[in-house]
């Protein structure tokens, strides 16, 4: 890892922080000990991450990044993501805080711009930490206090300035599919035996109407109910110490086994493998 000057790492130190946070609110930090990545990871609204200790890198099948501290990692819109944490060699830990951009942000960032909309830019960008140090700690002072719509405004500023250098992806109110719309529902209550009938009530659709739009978009009902509950626990696994076995229940498994096994074979990653679990 390359040497931060003396304000960087003075930067990245007061960011550190994040981690010990009392009153934490709408964001997570992830540590890990040994290195590991995931395949086909879905990144469900836009969101950066600060890297703090390690490494990181990032594929999509249009974009590949390599991430170090006093880097922003964004990801302005919905993706799915190859990833891999390396943890510094020195301290031998990986450390970084993932924060998403609220609805409140991002509508009070639409509400804000005034201009023509600028190009939606690509999905991912590697962003410098120092660019936007000012604003980022005006956020975590408003959430140390507890002051969480000036921390909403601070991450609306946010927006608004990563927008500016051509992520307009950010203002730009997604169209959910139906099938993202099913791994909504699904996330929102992951253990919960989901069936066809409950989303055709929720969805005000026919079940003839539900098979035939999935069939557009090329994805079954089983497969998105399996994608949901995993990505919840692979959630649940980075942003909290909840043993395995409480993870496998959250999300709608009653047996360990079959959760590991669909857990690895779905991101090529075995769930005890994650540095929080």
């Known amino acids: 890892m390359s040497r931060q000057p003396p304000a960087n790492a003075a930067l990245l130190a007061q960011m550190a922080t994040l981690a010990d946070c009392q009153r934490a609110d ?55 993501i190859d990833v891999v944490n390396i943890p510094d060699p020195h301290s031998g830990l990986y450390l970084s805080a993932i924060v998403p951009f609220c609805a409140e942000a991002l509508s009070a960032a639409r509400t804000l711009w005034n201009e023509p909309l600028p190009d939606a830019g690509a999905a991912l960008a590697q962003l410098a930490l120092a660019d936007h140090g000012a604003t980022l700690l005006q956020w975590r002072q408003a959430l140390e206090s507890g002051n969480y719509i000036e921390a909403r405004l601070a991450l609306a500023a946010l927006a608004l300035a990563f927008c500016r250098r051509g992520h307009g992806s950010l203002l730009i109110p997604p169209e959910p599919g139906l099938g993202e719309r099913i791994r909504d529902l699904v996330a929102a209550q992951p253990e919960r035996d989901w069936q066809s009938r409950d989303f055709e009530q929720q969805l005000g659709l026919s079940g003839a109407t539900l098979r035939r ?65």
């Open 213 to 277: 739009r999935l069939a557009s978009e090329r994805l079954g009902l089983r497969e998105l109910i399996s994608d949901a509950r995993l990505a919840h626990a692979m959630q649940l696994l980075y942003t909290t110490q909840l043993p395995l076995k409480t993870v496998a229940a959250r999300v709608g498994y009653r047996s360990l086994g079959s959760f590991n096994k669909r857990f690895s074979t779905r991101y090529g990653l075995e769930p005890a493998a994650i540095g929080n679990s």
């Open 26 to 80: 709408g964001y997570a930090c992830i540590t890990a000990r040994r290195e590991h990545g995931a395949s086909s990871v879905e990144i469900p609204q836009p969101q950066f991450a600060i890297l703090l200790q390690g490494r990181k890198q990032v594929r999509t099948a249009q974009q590949s990044l390599e991430l170090a501290p006093g880097d922003i990692f964004l990801v302005s819109r919905r993706c799915r």
